[in-house]
């Protein structure tokens, strides 16, 4: 007698998802918890992104995440032009090094580098010759005080030749050492005498201290992206274009492990400089074939993204009746890193409703986290704020919406399975509007810090090792307030 189907449900492991586990309490030294990680060879102060998704991360919302020391992720929903654009207003956001230096031709008059200066509100200019290179530095303490001589004298009179400068590629600290040392507040980055940008001492000192940045200090920029390689050679002109702009590419599809997605993203990883996050999958032998035999080139790939059907907006796992839910994703795929790769950062994307889930995430794995839900009702999202019965709210839809597909459709028919064309997978809904993101973020770093005292762990590391729990249905009623006579 066969037992073949009958073991096939018995003998399973549950397949889990956050509310049915729960941290144990465990053994606080301190309150000192330090939430940031790495990921490749980038640090996040702030172990949290935002999803690839058009009604979440475009550029505003990726320059904001990635002040606040995380990242937002563009979404490929819309042409490679408005992606580059995007692309490129997170790259000049921020950056240390100023590209577009203000210069005036050393036989300018005087009167004219008066009036340059005003125009431009700055208080310098670095003073060019005749072959373009650099010979000077004109401030406004140049500036004669006697009339006529501003009438008549020349730049090069006035100017400053003894030019104090610095190489190109010097870091941040560099840049600081020299700028206090001479005692000056502008330093020009000269190589083999041509002017290349500007480093003042105003933008070496952030607002935002905890941002994510490059090693030029501008915004680390993240980007989705089709696992197909482009066929046409305007495409991939593009593709190299925004390259440039590009730290991470995220691979964004539903179930990444695909033939056809390894093939087409080991082409992209060859062309293409930018590092790789890969997903999304949701097993140990999805993540095992990525790291032992697809063959990826080892320095581009930083990152394995999880999870499958977990999505507020998605409808997956009840279409398709196939799907691995974040949490158990997460588990599966950490150890596969662990047994092949610790290196490989893991990323638990999706599902996510209370900041109580981002502790249980790291308990199992992972290193970093994504949501859309979280961030579609924020003031930096796309979208507008509308009312319904007098509660502002802005819409929230899945990639495999049908209103997604509709507008975007063709860049992102790639997501889920190419020919299908009626059965959407995701659906677009309303979410309250939640205002700005750092009061979000803040929440979220509450919830995930006080979990982690709680747990008795001081990072993100020592939250992977810390114990859980499966909870019952009854201790899962309990847990949220019960027995009350208000709104819950
Ligand atoms: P949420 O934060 O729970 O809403 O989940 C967001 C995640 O769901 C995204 O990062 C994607 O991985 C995934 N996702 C986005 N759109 C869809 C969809 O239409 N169907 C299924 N999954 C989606």
């Known amino acids: 007698m066969s037992d073949y189907y009958r073991n096939k449900i018995n003998s399973k492991e549950l397949i889990t998802t956050f509310d049915d586990v729960l941290i144990l309490p465990g053994y606080t030294k301190s309150y000192d918890v330090d939430i940031?990680?790495?990921m490749g060879k980038y640090h996040?102060?702030?172990p949290i992104m935002t999803a690839a998704m058009d009604t979440v991360t475009e550029e505003e919302m990726a320059i904001k995440m990635a002040l606040l020391g995380g990242l937002g992720v563009i979404h490929r929903n819309c042409s490679y032009e408005k992606q580059l654009d995007m692309c490129i207003s997170v790259k000049r956001a921020r950056s240390f090094v100023i590209q577009d230096v203000a210069t005036i031709n050393v036989d300018a008059t005087v009167k004219e580098a008066k009036y340059h200066m005003e125009e431009a509100g700055i208080s310098g200019v670095v003073v060019i010759n005749n072959e373009n290179k650099a010979c000077g530095i004109f401030t406004k303490r140049d500036i004669p005080y006697r009339e006529h001589e501003i009438r008549n004298g020349k730049v090069k009179d006035y100017m400053t030749t003894d030019i104090i400068s610095i190489e190109p590629g010097a870091s941040r600290e560099q840049a600081l050492a020299m700028l206090f040392k001479n005692r000056i507040e502008k330093l020009p980055i000269i190589s083999d005498g041509y002017l290349k940008g500007l480093i003042t001492i105003k933008d070496l000192k952030p607002e935002f201290p905890n941002a994510s940045i490059d090693n030029e200090g501008r915004l680390l920029c993240a980007l989705a992206i089709s696992p197909q390689f482009p066929e046409t050679s305007q495409v991939r002109k593009i593709l190299q274009k925004i390259d440039q702009y590009v730290d991470i590419f995220f691979t964004d599809v539903a179930d990444f492990?695909?033939?056809?997605?390894?093939?087409?993203?080991?082409?992209?990883?060859?062309?293409?400089d930018s590092n790789f996050v890969l997903g999304n999958i949701g097993t140990y032998e999805a993540a095992e074939h990525i790291l032992t035999k697809a063959g990826f080139p080892e320095d581009k790939l930083i990152g394995i993204k999880v999870g499958m059907g977990s999505g507020s907006i998605c409808s997956t796992s009840i279409q398709t009746g196939v799907g691995a839910p974040t949490?158990?994703?997460?588990?599966q795929v950490a150890d596969a890193i662990n047994d092949y790769n610790p290196d490989i950062s893991l990323i638990a994307d999706g599902g996510f409703k209370n900041p109580g889930d981002l502790p249980k995430s790291f308990s199992v794995g992972a290193d970093l986290i994504m949501s859309g839900h979280f961030f579609a009702g924020c003031t930096e999202s796309p979208g507008y704020i509308d009312t319904i019965q007098g509660r502002k709210v802005k819409v929230y839809r899945g990639m495999g919406s049908k209103e997604a597909r509709k507008l975007g459709g063709k860049y992102i028919a790639d997501r889920y399975v190419e020919e299908a064309k009626s059965l959407p997978e995701g659906v677009s809904d309303y979410v309250p509007y939640v205002g700005p993101l750092a009061g979000v973020v803040e929440s979220l770093k509450e919830g995930l810090s006080n979990g982690m005292i709680y747990a008795g762990a001081q990072n993100i590391n020592e939250m992977k090792r810390v114990k859980i729990g499966l909870v019952s249905p009854v201790g899962l009623a309990e847990q949220k307030p019960h027995d009350l006579m208000g709104k819950y």
């Open 257 to 272: 492990y695909k033939q056809k997605d390894f093939e087409g993203t080991k082409k992209l990883m060859k062309f293409l």
């Open 36 to 38: 940031g990680v790495n």
């Open 327 to 331: 949490i158990y994703a997460t588990a």
């Open 44 to 46: 996040f102060n702030l």
